[in-house]
């Protein structure tokens, strides 16, 4: 696990992370639960048929290190595996997919590996809090730059507002352009034009 962790991302602990990649599982079983699926004049309900036992193993193995319990992770897969739709897998076949996830000696793999396995389309990679690919980390990292440009351009437009305001009360105060743009630290030019606004 400390291969794939190192280095990650900010803000994550190796327990946190752990838990994140638990939490998107859930939360993948969830969105293919009602995925539904047009064949011919048919409609059926897709759920996980196929992705069962992949999800099911990567479930255990980070359940196995978030838990640290066999017991524990053991109890946590069977929830995991109840809730499939339209059926969970039968508990022998559960017990050997929790049984290879000990015996290997598996090296946890890269999450952008796991999304291209588990084959999630932009739509659920969205909703994902780790689990998504190289496009999903460009969109959320000009997402972010888009906010703080955002966020910094609204600052600066507040900042001037204010010393517009300033002006314009030094101005009524009997202030002229000179002694404004002397007291604010501004060019005259620069006061002229906020006075005009």
């Known amino acids: 696990f400390k291969r794939e962790f190192k280095g990650y991302r900010k803000g994550f602990t190796a327990k946190t992370l752990q838990a994140a990649v638990l939490s998107d599982l859930d939360k993948l079983q969830e969105l293919r639960a009602s995925t539904i ?10 759920g996980h048929e196929g992705y069962r036992n992949l ?4 479930y255990a193995v980070y359940s196995k290190y978030y838990h640290q319990d066999t017991t524990e992770a053991y109890n946590a897969l069977k929830c995991f595996n109840a809730r499939f739709k339209p059926q969970p897998l039968d508990e022998n076949e559960m017990s050997a997919v929790f049984v290879s996830s000990l015996r290997s000696n598996y090296i946890t793999q890269k999450m952008s590996t796991i999304a291209e396995k588990l ?4 739509n659920e990679m969205q909703q994902m809090k780790v689990l998504f690919d190289t496009n999903e980390k460009k969109r959320r990292q000009k997402e972010r730059e888009k906010e703080y440009t955002d966020k910094l351009t609204k600052s600066r437009q507040e900042a001037k507002n204010e010393l517009i305001a300033q002006c314009k009360e030094l101005q009524q105060s009997g ?3 000179s002694q404004i743009a002397l007291e604010l630290k501004l060019s005259r030019p620069t006061v002229n034009k906020y006075l005009c606004q």
Not at 37 to 46: A, E, L, P, W
Not at 55 to 58: E, V, W
């Open 37 to 46: 699926i047009r064949n011919n004049d048919k409609y059926i309900n897709k």
């Open 55 to 58: 999800m099911l193993f990567i």
């Open 119 to 122: 084959e999630l389309d932009p």
């Open 175 to 177: 202030y002229n352009t």
